[in-house]
């Protein structure tokens, strides 16, 4: 299935509701993101029957650690949990983490392991070939992203790698968000909610001009 979305977070906690989670790059940088209402891993705790975050950031994780947040640190490239968790988890949540990675493969593999039978991961990344990176190109001569992204993913090769990773894609959404709501200025709002309307009508009529996408994958089935 390939359809449209606009509501990146409470698309994943509606996957989430009720289910072993796993979190993955769940710190989300800094510590002062993890005091804010909107920091995904808190809202999932509400939700999920259970939740294990993992991330590389070792001090941040200590402070969260010490406030009773089940938090592992650990590089997502070379994970394994299994002993701790041999059952496995039914999501397991990659939302922006793949294109800060050096070797996304590797990561993918070890995220096949701590799935749950019928688990599903749920991942989300920036399309290469999203309006914004378009214009970008065109007005800037390259495009503007975060200095620690390693890589931008295509609707083609996010799901060929998913495949050589012995994953599956069971659904695939187009997203754009309206991050002015993330903004405190003004301008910078405008600015935001400016783009949205463009990206969404652009959208409407060619869908793959969106910014970013969602993949569920799933282990894929042995053949006998």
Same mark, same amino acid.
């Given at each position: 299935?390939?359809?449209?979305?606009?509501?990146?977070?409470?698309?994943?906690? !509606?996957?989430?509701?009720?289910?072993?989670?796993?979190?993955?790059?769940?710190?989300?940088?800094?510590?002062?993101?993890?005091?804010?209402?909107?920091?995904?891993?808190?809202?999932?705790?509400?939700?999920?029957?259970?939740?294990?975050?993992?991330?590389?950031?070792?001090?941040?994780?200590?402070?969260?650690? !010490?406030?009773?947040?089940?938090?592992?640190?650990?590089?997502?490239?070379?994970?394994?949990?299994?002993?701790?968790?041999?059952?496995?988890?039914?999501?397991?949540?990659?939302?922006?983490?793949?294109?800060?990675?050096?070797?996304?493969?590797?990561?993918?593999?070890?995220?096949?392991?701590?799935?749950?039978?019928?688990?599903?991961?749920?991942?989300?990344?920036?399309?290469?070939?999203?309006?914004?990176?378009?214009?970008?190109?065109?007005?800037?001569?390259?495009?503007?992203?975060?200095?620690?992204?390693?890589?931008?993913?295509?609707?083609?090769?996010?799901?060929?790698?998913?495949?050589?990773?012995?994953?599956?894609?069971?659904?695939?959404?187009?997203?754009?968000?309206?991050?002015?709501?993330?903004?405190?200025?003004?301008?910078?709002?405008?600015?935001?909610?400016?783009?949205?309307?463009?990206?969404?009508?652009?959208?409407?009529?060619?869908?793959?001009?969106?910014?970013?996408?969602?993949?569920?994958?799933?282990?894929?089935?042995?053949?006998?």
């Amino acid at each position: 299935m390939i359809s449209f979305r606009t509501e990146k977070h409470q698309f994943i906690i !509606d996957h989430c509701r009720e289910k072993k989670v796993l979190d993955i790059g769940c710190v989300n940088h800094t510590l002062e993101a993890t005091t804010r209402p909107e920091w995904l891993h808190g809202k999932l705790r509400e939700v999920a029957k259970s939740l294990v975050g993992l991330d590389y950031e070792e001090t941040i994780v200590k402070k969260l650690q !010490d406030k009773g947040w089940n938090i592992i640190v650990s590089d997502a490239q070379n994970f394994n949990i299994t002993k701790k968790y041999p059952l496995g988890f039914d999501v397991i949540v990659v939302s922006d983490v793949i294109e800060h990675l050096v070797n996304p493969g590797a990561f993918l593999s070890c995220v096949r392991k701590h799935l749950a039978p019928g688990g599903i991961l749920l991942l989300t990344t920036p399309h290469a070939y999203g309006l914004a990176f378009f214009l970008e190109v065109v007005l800037l001569g390259e495009e503007n992203i975060n200095d620690d992204h390693t890589m931008t993913f295509s609707r083609k090769n996010i799901y060929w790698l998913l495949e050589k990773c012995g994953l599956q894609v069971k659904e695939f959404y187009w997203l754009i968000q309206d991050s002015s709501k993330s903004q405190t200025g003004l301008w910078e709002k405008l600015q935001r909610r400016m783009l949205f309307f463009l990206q969404y009508l652009v959208a409407k009529v060619r869908v793959e001009f969106s910014k970013e996408m969602i993949v569920i994958a799933m282990d894929k089935p042995t053949k006998k």
